[in-house]
T-cell receptor, first 114, second 108 residues
Framework: GAGVSQSPSNKVTEKGKDVELRCDPI?????LYWYRQSLGQGLEFLIY????????KSGLPSDRFSAERTGGSVSTLTIQRTQQEDSAVYLC????????????FGPGTRLTVT | QKEVEQNSGPLSVPEGAIASLNCTYS??????FFWYRQYSGKSPELIMS????GDKEDGRFTAQLNKASQYVSLLIRDSQPSDSATYLC????????FGTGTRLQVFP
């Protein structure tokens, strides 16, 4: 079956602009996660959704970051007034349910802020 | 705070050898672990999950979990150059707690 998909695969934007990153999870997966990986660094947790609710937003770096999920499926991560330090690969993962279920990652969106 | 620790490497092994990747964790309550493989420029790919104490084998890969020692490992038998990647150990929950990853280099 289809895996997790993300769009766009690459995004170059100017400092100060807003960007939207999209994630389409595996069909039937109720849990969805956003992570960030800066060049040569480990993975940083941002937020997760169970259905359309986000019980844990603790990883969002600032109030410029927000995310939503609609219909228990597609999720959008929005970064307002982008800064150069936002440049990273943004990864989405989904799992059958929250907890110890296996998480499968999408290909990521590489964001470059110039 | 749950933590997962890995040696960053690189771990260099000759083709055909056994590569042993190790991970320790702080939370005694952790019941399961995932191993991900990440090629340079790619996203993490789940290669093994282990939910109980002991060994789990899948092809050339064996995951080992020792809850008493809070230790989890991944053995790769008959290592191939295509196994060269960063291997991430992760403790699942409402979010994955990742180790920093071990870079494996398999040389011909």
């Amino acid at each position: 079956g289809a895996g997790v998909s993300q769009s766009p695969s690459n995004k170059v934007t100017e400092k100060g602009k807003d960007v939207e990153l999209r994630c389409d999870p595996i069909s039937g997966h109720t849990a969805l996660y956003w992570y960030r990986q800066s060049l040569g660094q480990g993975l940083e947790f941002l937020i997760y959704f169970q259905g359309n609710s986000a019980p844990d937003k603790s990883g969002l770096p600032s109030d410029r970051f927000s995310a939503e999920r609609t219909g228990g499926s597609v999720s959008t991560l929005t970064i307002q007034r982008t800064q150069q330090e936002d440049s990273a690969v943004y990864l989405c993962a989904s799992s059958k349910d929250r907890g110890t279920y296996e998480q499968y990652f999408g290909p990521g969106t590489r964001l470059t802020v110039t | 705070q749950k933590e997962v620790e890995q040696n960053s490497g690189p771990l260099s092994v000759p083709e055909g050898a056994i590569a042993s990747l190790n991970c320790t964790y702080s939370d005694r309550g952790s019941q399961s672990f995932f191993w991900y493989r990440q090629y340079s420029g790619k996203s993490p790919e789940l290669i093994m999950s282990i939910y109980s104490n002991g060994d789990k084998e899948d092809g050339r890969f064996t995951a080992q979990l020792n809850k008493a020692s809070q230790y989890v490992s991944l053995l790769i038998r008959d290592s191939q150059p295509s196994d060269s990647a960063t291997y991430l150990c992760a403790s699942p929950g409402d979010k994955l707690i990742f180790g920093t990853g071990t870079r494996l280099q398999v040389f011909p």
